[in-house]
């Protein structure tokens, strides 16, 4: 149909569309997407493996402080078909830590007695984890095939060595303690040239700084379990020391500056914590032979503990026995040369029990000490040292054709009365007779004159005749039993005044038969002054074997001292 | 006016007849010269003679639906949080994973919802609209048949935006397993809608605008 009326033309608009925003929208959008893809993409890296069980592509993930920073791209086996390349894509954030030393594992599910770890790889797979390491940027790596030993990559700890004959019950992973509180753990161990264990140990950064260079070590795997007389007591550190074992350290205390530990410093790893404490303050005693020493005998002086044996072997030569014992820090001045050691053990004797404590207690070892220079080793004595510490009193000398039954600490009399102690006695040097030390008493010490005349009081002394009758006579019961020694000191112009009914009177004197000789002389003079001289120090006198009956009479009197 | 006389030969178009079809009520009316707007006397919609700018939105919309198909792609469309492991996954990555699991049926739908669906619209719109700027003159109805195709499954392309507002919903079991949309989801669903647009936008007469005594 034709129409009259002109259309209007046709025109395109001029001009571009509102709607050609939405492309431009679209494409700089896409150009945003594509640019930050581009941005993060991440960093290509190949990592060989020997096995890669449980590697899958696309899933497999590297993960480091818990955070996935890689994924498996592809996985190829070598043309040896020895190894896998594993083809590994890294966030951007890992350029610069995929270094030479850098170190990957594979992380799998491990059960073990510590605990069971890498559990979340049996529900999300093994997983790649890694060290970084130093070196050159690097882009090809080898894995390791078990975790490396430095697990904790953690900054500020300490790694050090320790250095011990056995391994014993401690492994990987078993932990280190200070004061009971896990201070670090085992990394690994390994045998040195010379047959020693060598075992890596991480301090946590916290405890890093309470590693001095003088610190111990000590096993302290297992029950410790110690018996004896005076109880029993058992020890243990933390309950997973008993499967696991573990390793303790302390400083010692004497050891007052302390200079830092730094990594890989080497310490001795001591068996236990008995060993670690005494390491250094060790002194050796010779004995002839083990008797009650054990390795637990204390060491006491003036009955305190002081120290303890530690072990207690034959010597090189099987002649004797050597004692290892240590003694506490603030004793340690006593170990001087002259300073005399010997076994404390219970003596039953028929004048009493001694040392009847060691029967509870066990025996120990006691010392008097020299004055020498300090020393480590000392020859014991097989039985207490003939002269005790010195004492105060006057010290005087006898000599005797023989020393009869006198021992140490035999008593000496004036008058019954106990005054003084026999402290020693020797042979004299030309071996005519026995030097027999005594000690008097202070107070009783003005009874000893230049004249007095001292006789061996041991046992029961019977005179028998025919004419006078039998006569018995002993000084106290315990000389009877033990031994002793008697003197007496006369008066001026020596004449027997004894009355001997006064000492029957104590009792003393026991006489028993037709003494009338005794009785007959009771009224001679009696003189009240002592004859002779105070004696000094040292004084000499000759110990009668017998006692004369005069002796017995002379009652001078002499002022004690006080 | 004689209409529809002789039609078949000459083909007649309602413009060249000076009338206008209202695309709502499809009212016949006659053009009115001059006027600003024309309105169904019917219904009272615009009546346009051809759609409004047609070919320049339906491009700018196709390219717009062409640039997103990139990120939908290439991106993850969600997210699957598994035990506190998150995997994000793509289209592609889906599709694999259900073909390795067996799901053939469900892949093959995802992959023709997902992928080939948009890029068939996209291209396909393309090409009618590349035949329309070329003026050829051959496979009119064939292009005519490929739009009303295209039209129709252009809806279903959401089906993969359906899936995902489901399983969100659906999988939700906490620190267990959940399922949260990523990036890939919002561009998908911009390319399914500007194709969508770029369908509607797309004026159907103008394949058959100039075609006067040719065959079909």
Same mark, same amino acid.
């Given at each position: 149909m034709e129409s009259n009326i002109p259309e209007p033309e046709m025109k395109s608009r001029s001009g571009i569309s509102p709607i050609w925003i939405l492309p431009i929208v679209a494409l700089l959008v896409a150009g945003w997407i594509a640019y930050k893809a581009i941005i993060d993409s991440g960093i290509e890296a190949t990592i060989r493996f020997e096995n890669a069980q449980g590697i899958e592509k696309g899933k497999t993930r590297v993960i480091y402080r818990g955070m996935p920073?890689?994924? &498996? !791209?592809d996985l190829s086996i070598n043309k040896d078909f020895k190894s896998t390349e594993v083809s590994v894509e890294f966030v951007k954030q890992a350029r610069e830590q995929l270094r030479k030393n850098t170190r990957f594992w594979m992380v799998e599910p491990k059960i073990s007695l510590k605990g069971i770890t890498g559990l979340e790889t049996i529900l999300r797979g093994n997983y790649i984890t890694m060290i970084p390491g130093d070196g050159a940027i690097e882009r090809h790596f080898v894995a390791l095939s078990k975790p490396p030993a430095i697990l904790s990559a953690e900054p500020g700890g300490l790694n050090i060595r320790l250095i011990a004959d056995e391994l014993g019950s401690l492994s990987q992973g078993s932990e280190v303690y200070y004061k009971g509180i896990k201070a670090g753990e085992i990394l690994d161990f390994s045998l040195n040239e010379k047959g020693k264990v060598i075992i890596e140990v991480h301090i946590d950064a916290k405890f890093?700084?309470? &590693? !001095? !260079?003088s610190t111990r070590f000590y096993n302290v795997s297992g029950i410790t379990f110690e018996a004896g007389l005076s109880g029993f007591k058992v020890s243990a550190e933390a309950l997973s020391t008993l499967l696991m074992g573990g390793i303790a350290f302390f400083k010692p205390e004497e050891d007052g500056k302390s200079i830092q530990a730094i990594d890989s410093d080497s310490f001795r790893l001591f068996k236990n914590i008995d060993l670690a404490e005494q390491e250094g303050k060790r002194i050796t005693l010779l004995f002839d032979e083990a008797k009650g020493i054990y390795g637990k005998t204390q060491i006491r002086y003036k009955g305190v503990e002081i120290g303890g044996v530690f072990s207690v072997k034959l010597n090189k030569k099987m002649t004797g026995i050597q004692v290892t014992a240590s003694v506490q820090k603030q004793y340690r001045s006593l170990l001087r040369e002259g300073t005399q050691f010997w076994l404390v053990e219970p003596s039953l004797g028929l004048a009493g029990a001694k040392n009847l404590e060691t029967i509870v207690t066990g025996t120990y070892i006691t010392l008097r000490p020299g004055k020498g220079k300090p020393k480590r080793t000392f020859i014991a004595l097989g039985a207490p040292p003939t002269y005790q510490e010195p004492r105060k009193g006057l010290k005087i000398i006898l000599i005797a054709e023989r020393l009869g039954s006198l021992k140490a600490n035999d008593p000496v009399y004036f008058r019954q009365i106990k005054v003084g102690e026999v402290t020693g006695y020797r042979l004299s040097k030309d071996a005519t007779s026995a030097i027999i030390n005594v000690d008097i008493e202070k107070p009783y010490a003005p009874l000893v004159r230049t004249t007095s005349k001292f006789w061996n009081a041991s046992g029961i002394n019977i005179d028998f005749s025919l004419f006078k009758g039998a006569k018995v006579r002993t000084e106290s019961m315990q000389s009877i039993l033990e031994g002793g020694i008697a003197f007496a000191t006369p008066g001026k112009k020596s004449a027997a005044t004894e009355e001997t009914k006064f000492d029957n009177a104590k009792g003393v004197v026991l006489e028993e038969t037709k003494s009338k000789n005794t009785e007959t002389e009771g009224k001679s003079s009696i003189e009240k002054q002592p004859s002779g001289k105070p004696v000094k120090n040292g004084a000499k006198f000759v110990l009668h074997t017998e006692v004369k009956d005069e002796w017995l009479k002379w009652r001078p009197s002499i002022v004690l001292g006080k | 006016m004689e209409l529809g006389k002789g039609m078949d030969k000459e083909r007649l178009t309602a413009r060249e007849a000076g009338l206008v079809n209202c695309l709502d009520c499809h009212r016949l009316t006659t053009k009115e010269h001059g006027a600003l707007q024309m309105h169904c006397s019917h219904c009272g919609a615009m009546l346009h003679l051809r759609k409004t700018n047609g070919m320049a939105r339906t491009w700018a919309l196709l390219i717009t639906s062409l640039i997103l198909l990139f990120p939908a792609n290439l991106l993850p469309i969600m997210t699957v949080t598994y035990l506190g492991e998150r995997e994000p996954n793509t289209i592609i990555q889906g599709i694999e994973h259900f073909l390795q699991s067996g799901d053939y049926l469900i892949a093959i739908i995802i992959f023709f919802a997902s992928i080939l669906v948009p890029i068939f619209k996209i291209v396909g719109i393309m090409l009618i609209m590349i035949s329309i700027q070329k003026k050829w003159q051959t496979w009119l109805k064939h292009r005519t048949l490929m739009f009303r195709v295209i039209k129709f499954i252009g809806r279903w392309s959401m089906l993969d935006i359906f899936v995902i507002a489901v399983m969100v919903a659906l999988v939700n079991l906490g620190t267990l397993t959940t399922i949260r949309p990523a990036p890939a989801a919002t561009y998908f669903a911009a390319v399914v809608i500007s194709t969508m647009l770029a369908s509607n936008t797309f004026d159907t007469r103008l394949i058959w605008e100039g075609s006067f005594g040719m065959r079909i």
């Amino acid at each position: 149909m034709e129409s009259n009326i002109p259309e209007p033309e046709m025109k395109s608009r001029s001009g571009i569309s509102p709607i050609w925003i939405l492309p431009i929208v679209a494409l700089l959008v896409a150009g945003w997407i594509a640019y930050k893809a581009i941005i993060d993409s991440g960093i290509e890296a190949t990592i060989r493996f020997e096995n890669a069980q449980g590697i899958e592509k696309g899933k497999t993930r590297v993960i480091y402080r818990g955070m996935p920073i890689g994924l &498996v !791209k592809d996985l190829s086996i070598n043309k040896d078909f020895k190894s896998t390349e594993v083809s590994v894509e890294f966030v951007k954030q890992a350029r610069e830590q995929l270094r030479k030393n850098t170190r990957f594992w594979m992380v799998e599910p491990k059960i073990s007695l510590k605990g069971i770890t890498g559990l979340e790889t049996i529900l999300r797979g093994n997983y790649i984890t890694m060290i970084p390491g130093d070196g050159a940027i690097e882009r090809h790596f080898v894995a390791l095939s078990k975790p490396p030993a430095i697990l904790s990559a953690e900054p500020g700890g300490l790694n050090i060595r320790l250095i011990a004959d056995e391994l014993g019950s401690l492994s990987q992973g078993s932990e280190v303690y200070y004061k009971g509180i896990k201070a670090g753990e085992i990394l690994d161990f390994s045998l040195n040239e010379k047959g020693k264990v060598i075992i890596e140990v991480h301090i946590d950064a916290k405890f890093a700084k309470r &590693v !001095k !260079k003088s610190t111990r070590f000590y096993n302290v795997s297992g029950i410790t379990f110690e018996a004896g007389l005076s109880g029993f007591k058992v020890s243990a550190e933390a309950l997973s020391t008993l499967l696991m074992g573990g390793i303790a350290f302390f400083k010692p205390e004497e050891d007052g500056k302390s200079i830092q530990a730094i990594d890989s410093d080497s310490f001795r790893l001591f068996k236990n914590i008995d060993l670690a404490e005494q390491e250094g303050k060790r002194i050796t005693l010779l004995f002839d032979e083990a008797k009650g020493i054990y390795g637990k005998t204390q060491i006491r002086y003036k009955g305190v503990e002081i120290g303890g044996v530690f072990s207690v072997k034959l010597n090189k030569k099987m002649t004797g026995i050597q004692v290892t014992a240590s003694v506490q820090k603030q004793y340690r001045s006593l170990l001087r040369e002259g300073t005399q050691f010997w076994l404390v053990e219970p003596s039953l004797g028929l004048a009493g029990a001694k040392n009847l404590e060691t029967i509870v207690t066990g025996t120990y070892i006691t010392l008097r000490p020299g004055k020498g220079k300090p020393k480590r080793t000392f020859i014991a004595l097989g039985a207490p040292p003939t002269y005790q510490e010195p004492r105060k009193g006057l010290k005087i000398i006898l000599i005797a054709e023989r020393l009869g039954s006198l021992k140490a600490n035999d008593p000496v009399y004036f008058r019954q009365i106990k005054v003084g102690e026999v402290t020693g006695y020797r042979l004299s040097k030309d071996a005519t007779s026995a030097i027999i030390n005594v000690d008097i008493e202070k107070p009783y010490a003005p009874l000893v004159r230049t004249t007095s005349k001292f006789w061996n009081a041991s046992g029961i002394n019977i005179d028998f005749s025919l004419f006078k009758g039998a006569k018995v006579r002993t000084e106290s019961m315990q000389s009877i039993l033990e031994g002793g020694i008697a003197f007496a000191t006369p008066g001026k112009k020596s004449a027997a005044t004894e009355e001997t009914k006064f000492d029957n009177a104590k009792g003393v004197v026991l006489e028993e038969t037709k003494s009338k000789n005794t009785e007959t002389e009771g009224k001679s003079s009696i003189e009240k002054q002592p004859s002779g001289k105070p004696v000094k120090n040292g004084a000499k006198f000759v110990l009668h074997t017998e006692v004369k009956d005069e002796w017995l009479k002379w009652r001078p009197s002499i002022v004690l001292g006080k | 006016m004689e209409l529809g006389k002789g039609m078949d030969k000459e083909r007649l178009t309602a413009r060249e007849a000076g009338l206008v079809n209202c695309l709502d009520c499809h009212r016949l009316t006659t053009k009115e010269h001059g006027a600003l707007q024309m309105h169904c006397s019917h219904c009272g919609a615009m009546l346009h003679l051809r759609k409004t700018n047609g070919m320049a939105r339906t491009w700018a919309l196709l390219i717009t639906s062409l640039i997103l198909l990139f990120p939908a792609n290439l991106l993850p469309i969600m997210t699957v949080t598994y035990l506190g492991e998150r995997e994000p996954n793509t289209i592609i990555q889906g599709i694999e994973h259900f073909l390795q699991s067996g799901d053939y049926l469900i892949a093959i739908i995802i992959f023709f919802a997902s992928i080939l669906v948009p890029i068939f619209k996209i291209v396909g719109i393309m090409l009618i609209m590349i035949s329309i700027q070329k003026k050829w003159q051959t496979w009119l109805k064939h292009r005519t048949l490929m739009f009303r195709v295209i039209k129709f499954i252009g809806r279903w392309s959401m089906l993969d935006i359906f899936v995902i507002a489901v399983m969100v919903a659906l999988v939700n079991l906490g620190t267990l397993t959940t399922i949260r949309p990523a990036p890939a989801a919002t561009y998908f669903a911009a390319v399914v809608i500007s194709t969508m647009l770029a369908s509607n936008t797309f004026d159907t007469r103008l394949i058959w605008e100039g075609s006067f005594g040719m065959r079909i």
